[in-house]
């Protein structure tokens, strides 16, 4: 015959443990977190001392870079101001350009004579012969240039 | 001697070396304290003045004609250098040189910091900071640089060694363009470095002040181009070219000759110096023919005259025993006003001056700005030398005389300044050489600045038709400007010395008004000493020059139809 035998669990208690007590003097209990402070105080000082070392060391670089871009600027925009200098334009075109100093153009009115006949000529050409009438510049090296287009088959 | 006696004698020792030594430390820390305290400061105490950027110097259109630039320069401390030859290997590539050029430089004895090389641009600073050489160090060094070369020299002046100016604009406004200087003041330790926790004040220096002129670049270079062309083709000494704007008494160009190279480090010499001053407002001489436009504004403006007034010209008056003539010995007849300026008579204007009198006559040439300071931002002006009646040393012959611009001492700037008041409607403007001062608060515009309604605009403009006679007629037929009109007077006057008027020297000169109907500049001409001596031969063919670079530049339409033209 079986048997069964049903068991209740047991509910398990803790047993509070002991903890030994220090019996230390009230005043010494009082002055604890002081000389706590006391000892942590030179690390906070050391590193906040170091933290401020660093940050300026790195913001006096950056001013100095700060200072060597600016002076840099300055430096690129008087290169610049020299390159626009007329001086310098003017030397540039001169000598590197080939250019002259302008002097004013003489315009001179000079009448042509009139064509032959406006029906000598093709219709598309014909039409030129209204501006023959238009001055010659006379450039101040005297070379004559017509302002009319020259026409294939006459003479200029 | 018994214990007790004893101890009583030490007590009392005790307490006298004990007294002894609380006496001395009153007497430092109590009595010597702020004198001791100062010693103790001074000795880790470290001052450096933070220079201020000088202002720039800018043409009326912003092109910088006077610039500071910060270039780098580099140092050697030759006891702080630990290897001689690495640090002289590790700088040479960076700054161009070689080796052996800064090896012998390098003096391990010498505390100071020996130069190396200046004018070094920012990028090369950078390099030789980041490389870290023992014994190497950079600072900072201003320089004025002028990229537009030596362009209105006179007129911008020249800063010293001490960067302080001494000429011109740069003296005129030191004080905006100086800027205030900086201080960091640091503590240092007894090793010469800087305690990085120590006190550290930084004050920035101030910026000085960007000057705007109202001088325009182009114009200045087109006049000193023609006025050193016109100086060398009439074998002159000198010569100057006023170009003023009527309406605001803005100088838009001041050349002059002789002039200095701004950018010739030889500059300060002693055969220089001379040029330094600002010859426009600082040298006076007899203006001549032209001051007879001043007479005939007076006389018209009064009444005693008009255009077509007349006057029998001898060409001889008499006055207590003295002749005066006309320029050419010869008389013109009967002429009216407008033919007093074409033949420049000398009679014609003496009649004028006689008909207003000494005091009205007077009275117009101060209103006219002679005698006293213009007011123009230039330093060193002079009022010029005016004999009235009310001087001491005055007669008679003074009022002749000063009718066509002799026995008178005057400025160019004087000139040009009366000048432009008959071209601005009988308004006389301040002349002004700047009309911006750009600080880093703000920019301060420096308004036109009217002084005196000199003539009314109805006589201003009969005035300026009759001067347009002046340059239109046959003689000057050649120099005209076809389309243009311009009023203007040409005066020829000899050069006056001690020992009178024999030199055989003349100051040629033109003014002119353009364009005649609504001028735009009031423009002086002169050459000093030509060899062809008369303003009529020497100053208007420059003119001609001139006038068609200024109407093509400031874009001024022709007024008629230009004969021939397009």
Not at chain 1, 26 to 51: D, K, M
Not at chain 1, 72 to 89: G, I, P, Y
Not at chain 2, 454 to 483: D, N
């Amino acid at each position: 015959m079986a048997v069964v035998i049903v068991t209740s669990p047991i509910p398990r208690r803790w047993a509070p443990i002991a903890l030994p007590v220090l019996h230390l003097p009230a005043g010494i209990v009082q002055l604890a977190p002081f000389v706590l402070a006391l000892l942590l105080y030179p690390a906070f000082f050391l590193s906040v001392t170091s933290e401020a070392v660093t940050t300026g060391s790195s913001v006096e670089k950056l001013r100095l870079e700060r200072d060597n871009w600016r002076h840099q600027n300055r430096q690129l925009e008087f290169e610049l101001s020299k390159l626009q200098s007329l001086a310098w334009v003017e030397n540039e075109a001169v000598k590197r350009l080939g250019m002259r100093p302008s002097r004013p153009a003489i315009y001179m009115s000079m009448d042509r004579p009139p064509p032959a006949s406006d029906r000598l000529l093709p219709r598309s050409l014909a039409r030129h012969e209204s501006t023959q009438r238009n001055p010659l510049l006379v450039t101040e090296t005297g070379v004559e240039i017509s302002t009319v287009p020259s026409i294939p088959g006459q003479r200029p | 001697m018994s214990a007790q006696l004893r101890i009583t004698w030490m007590g009392i020792l005790f307490l006298g070396i004990g007294l002894l030594i609380i006496v001395r430390l009153v007497f430092f820390q109590v009595v010597q304290h702020s004198e001791l305290k100062a010693k103790a400061a001074a000795s880790h105490r470290h001052q450096v003045t933070v220079p201020p950027r000088r202002g720039d110097i800018l043409d009326r259109n912003g092109q910088p004609l006077a610039i500071t630039v910060m270039y780098g320069l580099v140092e050697i401390i030759g006891p702080q250098v630990k290897n001689h030859e690495l640090a002289a290997s590790q700088l040479a590539p960076l700054i161009g040189m070689r080796p052996e050029e800064i090896l012998a430089r390098i003096d391990p004895r010498n505390p100071a910091p020996v130069l190396i090389k200046s004018g070094l641009p920012a990028a090369v600073v950078a390099n030789i900071q980041g490389a870290e050489i023992s014994g190497v160090t950079t600072r900072s060094d201003h320089s004025r640089h002028y990229p537009e070369g030596s362009l209105a020299s006179r007129v911008i002046g020249l800063v010293g060694t001490e960067f302080h100016g001494l000429g011109g604009i740069e003296h005129y406004y030191d004080d905006e363009l100086a800027g205030i200087a900086g201080l960091l003041d640091t503590e240092l330790d007894s090793a010469q470095q800087e305690i990085i926790l120590g006190r550290k004040i930084r004050v920035p220096a101030q910026d000085g002040a960007d000057i705007v002129l109202t001088i325009d670049r182009y114009t200045q270079r087109t006049a000193e181009r023609l006025l050193a062309d016109a100086v060398a083709s009439n074998k002159s000494t000198g010569g100057s070219i006023i170009i003023m704007e009527p309406s605001t008494g803005g100088v838009l160009a001041s050349a002059t000759l002789p002039t200095y190279d701004l950018n010739d480090e030889r500059r300060f010499r002693p055969e220089t110096t001379a040029l330094f001053k600002s010859s426009e407002v600082a040298d006076q001489y007899e203006p001549g023919s032209v001051l007879k436009v001043l007479t005939m504004a007076a006389g018209l403006e009064d009444g005693v005259v008009n255009p077509q007034s007349t006057v029998n010209d001898t060409g001889l008056v008499t006055l207590n025993g003295v002749a005066v003539r006309n320029w050419n010995l010869v008389g013109n007849g009967i002429i009216n006003m407008t033919e007093v300026l074409i033949h420049s008579s000398n009679i014609g204007a003496q009649y004028v001056a006689s008909r207003l009198g000494p005091d009205r006559f007077y009275d117009y040439f101060t209103r006219f700005g002679f005698g006293k300071l213009t007011g123009v931002d230039l330093p060193g002006e002079i009022p010029g030398m005016v004999r009235t009646n009310r001087t001491s040393d005055w007669n008679k012959l003074d009022l002749i005389t000063n009718s066509f611009g002799q026995g008178i001492a005057v400025t160019s700037m004087q000139v040009v300044t009366a000048m432009s008041a008959i071209a601005n409607d009988g308004l006389r403007m301040r002349p002004r050489l700047v009309r911006e001062i750009r600080t880093p608060n703000g920019v301060q515009t420096i308004p036109p600045e009217p002084v005196e309604q000199v003539i009314s605009p109805r006589t201003a403009q009969t005035l300026r038709g009759m001067m347009v006679h002046v340059l239109e007629q046959k003689a000057l037929e050649q120099w005209r400007l076809p389309g243009y009109h311009a009023a203007g007077k040409t005066g020829t006057a000899d050069y006056a010395t001690i020992a009178g008027y024999k030199t055989g020297k003349t100051f040629a000169s033109v003014v002119a008004l353009a364009p005649a109907e609504a001028p735009r500049f009031a423009i002086l001409i002169r050459l000093d000493a030509p060899e062809a001596i008369y303003g009529g031969r020497v100053a208007v063919p420059v003119l001609a020059e001139l006038l068609p670079a200024l109407y093509t530049y400031y874009r001024v339409p022709p007024s008629e139809a230009i004969p021939g033209g397009q």
